[in-house]
């Protein structure tokens, strides 16, 4: 609890242990069965960022039944069920409730090795960080509610958001990563926050090299920005040491506020080339070096053109 790790680990013995997480979100799409896809892909994976395999889920449902057809309904638990069955787990029960805003997500309990767990408090000095998915997620899904985006660009969020981590998850606890988390609400700069004040460490990102999605930067520079995503550039105004070059719009961007994002890893500098590797290997919607751990004992985030 104290460093706010993604899931909760129970240990059953010597070699086995239960790890359980639960989430949930209002629709971001407008579709309903690609919201079944993308809150159960978001559910699974804080089970992946700790290096758990999920076993079977539990429904989280909340439904306006006055007021939508229940076919709505059966869509979205399709685009759940769905996803999780490709997670190679089943869904085997849950619980509804009459709500005036659609809510779906899941509680995920898996299995982890106790000895293998992959925790956000244990990045080292000299570590690279590497991202898994490209950002500015929150963004697009405010401008897709507000009409504002292309449908090539909400089809790349779709898929985006309900692909699993499972092969990023696979990949990292092949070589042999140091932490791990997964990229959701607090935004990427939010995350890190996380792992560099648990582990009393600093780090260092380059902005060229953060993978975001491109219409995002048309969207923010037009005023369009989740209040998530500045709450979030709000609560790191201690933490974070800009660039001068770091344009507000930038800021804001590296502070979104993700559904379903990708895994933040921090690995040892002579396996980086391996884990990228692996994670191509695997078709990871992104595979890149963003920054590194540094020395600062107060946990401050240096960002940098």
Request: proline letters at 5%; hydrophobic letters at 40%; a negative charge.
């Amino acid at each position: 609890m104290e460093t706010s790790d993604d899931a909760a680990v129970y240990q059953l013995d010597g070699g086995l242990a239960i790890v359980q997480t639960v989430d949930y979100i209002t629709p971001v799409v407008d579709d309903p069965y690609s919201c079944g896809l993308i809150a159960a892909a978001n559910s699974l994976s804080d089970i992946y960022a700790m290096g758990g395999r999920p076993l079977f889920a539990l429904n989280i449902v909340g439904f306006p039944v006055g007021s939508l057809p229940l076919s709505v309904l059966e869509e979205i638990l399709r685009g759940g069920a769905e996803k999780v069955r490709e997670a190679g787990a089943s869904i085997i029960g849950g619980h509804t409730i009459d709500d005036p805003e659609p809510k779906y997500g899941l509680v995920v309990t898996g299995l982890i090795d106790p000895a293998k767990i992959f925790r956000n408090s244990t990045a080292r000095t000299g570590d690279d960080l590497v991202l898994t998915k490209p950002i500015g997620l929150g963004i697009i899904t405010t401008g897709i509610k507000r009409e504002k985006v292309s449908k090539t660009t909400i089809d790349a969020a779709i898929s985006l958001m309900s692909t699993l981590n499972r092969g990023a998850s696979d990949a990292m606890a092949e070589v042999g990563a140091h932490a791990c988390t997964d990229v959701t609400g607090f935004g990427l700069l939010g995350h890190l926050r996380e792992m560099t004040a648990g582990a009393k460490v600093g780090a260092r990102v380059s902005l060229s090299k953060v993978p975001i999605l491109p219409e995002a930067w048309g969207l923010v520079q037009s005023g369009i920005c989740p209040g998530g995503t500045q709450r979030n550039h709000d609560s790191l105004r201690e933490a974070i040491v800009w660039d001068r070059r770091i344009s507000k719009e930038a800021q804001l961007i590296l502070c979104d506020a993700q559904t379903s994002g990708g895994l933040l890893i921090a690995v040892p500098k002579d396996m980086t080339a391996a884990l990228i590797q692996r994670l191509k290997d695997r078709q990871t919607p992104a595979a890149a070096v963003i920054g590194e751990v540094i020395e600062d004992p107060d946990g401050r985030i240096w960002v940098g053109p």
